[in-house]
């Protein structure tokens, strides 16, 4: 689903830059911006040009998609709540967990047609 809220936008830019452990300064340094206005922007409370919106994906290393769209809340505080499980796991158990899930993701895009 299509999101026009900004506060929603931002709130997903808040999650995306947090799972890419960035600040805000970071996220607004590299995509040349400043630090206020990429706060504000994370707050919901300026609406963005596309190609400021280009630059934060490239910075975030996402697409526009993944801001601009909405799972299900379900689906999207399950994604969390595995995250923070494993960012809590020690190193070997969290390379662990990261080669199966590649592993997955692999055979997902074998079934895919060319």
């Avoid at 995306?16 to 805000?24: A, D, H, N, Y």
């Avoid at 995509?31 to 490239?58: P, Q």
């Avoid at 769209?69 to 796991?89: G, I, K, V």
């Avoid at 990261?98 to 074998?110: A, E, I, M, P, W």
Wanted: proline fraction near 3%.
């Amino acid at each position: 689903m299509l999101v026009f809220d900004l506060h929603a936008i931002g709130n997903n830019l808040l999650a995306v830059r947090k799972r890419m452990g960035m600040t805000q300064a970071e996220v607004a340094e590299a995509a040349g911006l400043s630090d206020r206005t990429y706060a504000d922007i994370e707050r919901g409370t300026v609406n963005m040009r596309t190609e400021t919106l280009l630059r934060i994906c490239s910075v975030l290393h996402i697409t526009p998609d993944e801001i601009l769209t909405q799972e299900s809340s379900s689906a999207l505080a399950r994604q969390s709540e595995l995250w923070d499980r494993l960012n809590a796991c020690n190193p070997k158990d969290k390379e662990t967990a990261l080669q199966l899930l590649s592993v997955f993701l692999l055979s997902l895009d074998r079934g895919q047609p060319e």
